[in-house]
């Protein structure tokens, strides 16, 4: 399996401000980008995820940009609240094998 | 989410213990998957299950071993637990959507394991 690099490893921002996480894969057969958010103490639940055929979806605040001739998609997170003080892991699906490899994940925190 | 359940939540052993971590689910998903994480390191997948008689090796399956008793139970052994097995382990689920690959995974609440 692939490796997916994820940037930064941590990020501050003020409420409001729009934290940016990037990510980038190797492997051209994945087909399916989610990403993750995980809170203190809990498993990761799904956010939002992509397909290749789209650059952007968006769901409430978070956007995914999908830039599939870089192999490269982002995470915005506009109008950053508080409440979204997580760490965030954005991973790929190759159909060959049906199981996601995941980035090193980022840590977001979101100042009052 | 409760429909995946791990037990213990907590675990502490000593060096060369044999250990078991359980999961169940009431999602009815055929497919189950054993993941650790550490800090900086991210999820990283140990084994996969797609239905009770299929079991594949993840990227790190050294060390580790699994049992899929039914389709709603999943459980992972480390047959002698040593330090660097110290880490928290994810139990997690999915299920095909028809017509595509989509892969959505439902998460456990995690067993924080601490090898000594």
């Known amino acids: 399996q692939q490796q997916v690099k994820q940037s930064p490893q941590s990020l501050i921002v003020q409420k409001g401000g729009i934290p940016i996480i990037n990510c980038a894969y190797e492997n051209t057969a994945f087909d399916y980008f989610p990403w993750y958010q995980q809170f203190p103490g809990k498993g990761p639940a799904l956010l939002i995820a992509i397909r290749p055929d789209v650059s952007e979806k968006k769901e409430g605040r978070f956007t995914i940009s999908f830039n599939k001739s870089a192999k490269q998609f982002s995470l915005h997170i506009m109008d950053s609240q508080p409440g979204d003080s997580a760490t965030y892991f954005c991973a790929a699906s190759d159909p060959r094998y049906s199981t996601l490899t995941f980035g090193k994940g980022t840590m977001l925190l979101v100042s009052p | 989410d409760a429909d995946v359940t791990q037990t213990p939540r907590n675990r502490i052993t000593k060096t060369g213990k044999r250990i078991m971590l359980e999961c169940s689910q009431t999602?009815?998903?055929?497919?189950m998957y054993w993941y650790r994480q550490d800090p900086g390191l991210g999820l990283r997948l140990i084994y996969y299950s797609f239905d009770v008689k299929d079991i594949n090796k993840g990227e790190i399956s050294d060390g580790y071993s699994v049992s899929r008793q039914a389709q709603a139970k999943f459980s992972l052994s480390l047959e002698s637990a040593i330090p660097n097995q110290t880490a928290l382990y994810f139990c997690?689920?999915?299920?095909?959507?028809?017509?595509?690959?989509?892969?959505?995974?439902?998460f456990g609440p995690g067993t924080r394991l601490t090898v000594l």
């Open positions: 997690a689920t999915s299920d095909l959507v028809a017509g595509g690959s989509y892969n959505e995974q439902f």
């Open positions: 999602k009815g998903h055929d497919r």
